[in-house]
């Protein structure tokens, strides 16, 4: 597979979730956890019958990929899931 377009440093600010889960009746609610601001790195490869959306953050603590038929659908999971708009992208020779 070939890296055929990136988008390095992508800052992503994860926010804080909302508690959940059954609580005894007056009890007190707990606070949303905290937001937290990551940069990862985003590629697209390309192979001879799959595109692959990959990333990693900077520190290395996530990291994944997923599988599209087309370089379309690998950009708009980015979009969705990265907030990467069609102007970051840098296409690799």
């Known amino acids: 597979m070939k890296v055929i377009e990136q988008v390095i440093g992508k800052v992503v600010v994860f926010a804080g979730e909302e508690p959940s ?18 940069i990862f790195d985003v590629r697209i490869l390309e192979g001879p ?14 990291s994944n990929d997923s599988w599209h038929a087309t370089i379309a659908e690998a950009k708009t999971e980015a979009r969705e899931r990265f907030r990467i708009q069609p102007s970051e992208w840098r296409k690799i020779s």
């Open 21 to 38: 889960g059954w609580r005894p009746e007056n009890a007190a609610t707990p606070l949303p956890t905290g937001t937290r601001q990551l």
């Open 49 to 62: 019958e799959e595109v692959i959306l990959e990333w990693q953050s900077a520190d290395g603590d996530y």
